[in-house]
């Protein structure tokens, strides 16, 4: 069965399911649809709609893609500190997590919703970031129905692509080549001492071509991206790369350096026009290519706002309770969504999980969010 | 001042009820030494201290870490990445620095050096603004659910900005104050103690020990060392040894560093590789890659074909040291017959070795 075929068949059950009322009506898929790639970008250091929507200059980018699409500007958005805020859009349930818990949740993510339902090999499904450690925590839940054999493939840009790390590697030269010979030894040698990592033949191509494509990466220069927000440019400039080499399903953007805001306002503005360009030149890598533009949707929002008034360092800070903290703007723009629509109308944050679930046909069982309404053409 | 628990009998009022044993005295086997090692330095044994250790009696080990600089190091660099202040966050300033030799000389306790730490330059560019630095205070120091509270967050912000405000009970106007009531607070050591606990044993504590040991820690600041011994020496350490888990990257990075090159990686090296490996959810092929970047650089002292007398004895002798067994029947058998191969070089086994799952746990 082909993945398109196993789609197919997973829509006609969920709605079968649904009529027979097997199943919540949420968990149905969108009517049969173009979208076939999906790419979500979590803004997740904290923006608020006033410098963005509110001050067009800084986000041409934003606001030639934002109409082609529909904008929701009154997304709920809970103040759960950035990981948890952004695991909760990944995971459609408000996930009250330490500001700097290191661990993986409980509930199964977006991620894991999609590879299983829709059976995606893992280099189908991706998140580029730029927030470290912690970020790599979204890829996937310790959810014993789900969890690490369905996460995604997770890369944080600023941490591989750095010009110290390719130094280090420099050091030690290049790899010698093995030829079939010494291959098959090795197969050989370590087949003996059994796969505990379970992994099939499959598994061990998949990282091969994941082994390439970091290699090529750290060639291609994105370790020369510097300056104010560099991570986050990283983590476009890797996404489109990914996007160019997988071609995966589902890709999902994390960018922190917003948070900057904290300490200066006028870094935060740069940070943002700076992610604008990064975003642009992302969206027009879809837009160029064929297959991609009629093919692939975008889901764009912050993880919550932040404070209505400056702080005394003349910075940000996200913890006043205002409808700039707790209400931002969402962005999705597809080949199966209605145009230049403003819905003023409340979402919430967790939506983008069920939406993004119903566009790719899988179910999010345990989300708690809804579908978007006014959305679709 | 310490306790002084240095007697069996001492030892025994800190382990948990029915869990008590004298000192584990059943000589280590290189399985065990290399855990413990990995447990208390964040690196596997050198071959000179294989030579010393193995066959010798847990405590010993343990008795002869804990008074060390390398040991409180590791400890340190554990509450440090707790925190998550690694990379560009890690404190520099004299006060932290000095943490370890002071740890290791005992004239400064567990809870003081995770009070330095938390009035650092670095934790409050970690966590600016007074909603996240409040949040993290209460998180990471009491283990409080601060969605919970909100009335004493908003509390603890207003102290933060030089507000006189009472939080959790007691009284401040500044944010070193948040960072001291916090210290002092009763749910601090117990929150401390839980978490290492779980981090030496793999397994949560129960009620009534970790009420003791939070007496303890509360009556004598300095007793943590005499705590963690007292935790090595038991049974659920005993337990823990049974068990393998993946290795985080960082242990990943120091492990390879001492297996392959024979030091430990520099602090440049560690945070560079551990930064990237952290960087990906499945850290596998790039572990792979940095092993065989190693293996092939010409750095690591690999002895040639010709050089190896007995490959039975060489391949078994990797095992022991790299993986801390004996290799099994099936396992000498594939490796040396792979090994008569002239396509396999010894770096061949080696990564063979080193690129499997079971390497990477302990």
């Known amino acids: ?377 | 001042m310490e306790l002084g628990l240095e007697s069996p009998s001492d030892v025994r009022r800190l382990l948990p009820p029915g869990g008590a044993q004298e000192p584990a005295r059943a000589p280590l086997d290189p399985g065990s030494l290399r855990c413990l090692f990995l447990d208390l330095f964040g690196r596997p044994p050198f071959e000179a201290e294989r030579a010393i250790w193995i066959g010798k009696p847990r405590s010993e080990v343990v008795d002869s870490a804990l008074g060390t600089l390398e040991f409180w190091r590791t400890w340190l660099d554990e509450q440090l990445f707790y925190f998550l202040l690694i990379d560009n966050f890690r404190p520099a300033t004299e006060g932290v620095q000095a943490l370890p030799a002071q740890l290791a000389e005992g004239s400064i306790g567990a809870l003081e050096a995770l009070h330095r730490i938390c009035l650092s330059s670095s934790f409050d560019r970690r966590n600016p603004g007074p909603d996240t630095f409040v949040t993290v205070v209460m998180e990471q120091l009491l283990g409080l659910e601060v969605q919970r509270i909100t009335r004493e967050l908003e509390i603890g912000k207003k102290v933060y900005d030089g507000g006189r405000g009472t939080f959790l009970g007691r009284s401040g106007s500044s944010q070193a104050d948040v960072v001291h009531i916090a210290i002092e607070d009763r749910r601090a050591p117990r929150h401390l103690l839980s978490r290492e606990y779980e981090r030496w044993t793999r397994q949560a504590p129960s009620e009534q020990d970790l009420s003791a040991w939070s007496t303890v820690l509360e009556r004598d600041p300095l007793a943590m060392r005499s705590i963690l011994r007292a935790w090595l020496l038991s049974r659920a350490y005993d337990a823990r040894l049974g068990t393998r888990v993946p290795q985080p990257n960082r242990l990943f990075i120091r492990a390879l560093y001492v297996d392959l090159l024979g030091r430990v990686p520099d602090e440049g090296e560690a945070e560079r590789l551990r930064s990237a490996l952290d960087g990906l959810a499945n850290s596998g092929p790039l572990r792979s890659l940095v092993a065989r970047l190693m293996l092939d650089s010409g750095k690591v002292p690999l002895p040639g074909r010709s050089s190896i007398p007995d490959a039975t004895a060489w391949i078994a002798g990797l095992f022991e040291r790299l993986l801390g067994r004996s290799p099994r029947a099936a396992e000498l058998a594939a490796f040396c017959e792979a090994f008569a191969d002239p396509a396999c070089r010894p770096a061949t086994v080696m990564y063979a070795i080193i690129s499997h799952p079971e390497y990477q746990t302990w």
């Open chain 1, 1 to 377: 069965m082909t993945i398109l075929d196993r789609r197919r068949f997973l829509q006609a059950g969920a709605w079968s399911a649904s009529v027979l009322g097997l199943a919540p009506l949420g968990a149905q898929a969108f009517p049969r649809n173009r979208t076939q790639r999906l790419i979500v970008v979590a803004m997740a250091g904290g923006v608020r709609t006033r410098e963005t929507f509110g001050t067009p200059d800084n986000v041409p980018n934003l606001m030639r893609i934002a109409q082609q699409g529909v904008v929701y500007p009154r997304a709920r958005a809970s103040n759960l500190g950035h990981f948890g805020a952004t695991l909760s859009i990944f995971t459609g349930i408000s996930e009250a997590r330490g500001i700097r818990d290191n661990a993986r949740g409980t509930d199964p993510t977006l991620f894991e919703y999609v590879r299983k339902d829709l059976g995606l090999a893992a280099s189908e499904v991706w998140v580029s970031t730029s927030g470290g450690v912690q970020e790599a925590n979204v890829s996937y839940s310790l959810h014993p129905d789900y969890g690490a054999r369905y996460g995604a493939n997770t890369l944080d840009g600023d941490g591989l692509f750095n010009a110290e790390f390719k130094h280090l590697l420099d050091t030690y030269g290049r790899p010698a080549e093995m030829d079939a010979d010494e291959l098959a030894l090795l197969q050989k040698m370590r087949a003996s001492m059994g796969s505990q990592d379970g992994s099939s033949h499959e598994d061990a191509d998949a990282a091969a071509r994941v082994e390439r494509f970091l290699m090529d990466e750290l060639r291609r220069g994105t370790q020369d991206l510097k300056g104010l927000g560099a991570a986050d440019a990283k983590a476009f400039r890797v996404a489109r790369n990914l996007l160019a080499v997988f071609r995966p399903r589902f890709l999902a953007i994390v960018a922190r350096d917003a948070d900057q805001a904290h300490g200066s306002f006028n870094n935060y503005v740069q940070i943002l026009r700076r992610n604008d360009e990064m975003l642009g030149e992302l969206w027009d890598a879809v837009q160029s290519d064929r297959e991609l533009a009629d093919s692939t949707a975008l889901l764009l929002l912050p993880e919550f706002g932040r404070d209505a008034d400056l702080n005394s360092r003349r910075g940000l800070d996200h913890g006043d309770g205002s409808d700039d903290l707790n209400y931002v703007s969402l962005v999705c723009v597809g080949p199966d969504f209605l145009r230049g629509e403003s819905v003023q109308e409340e979402v919430r944050t967790i939506d983008v999980c069920n939406t993004a679930c119903a566009l790719m046909g899988a179910e999010p069982r345990y989300a708690r969010g809804k579908r978007l309404p006014r959305l679709m053409a």
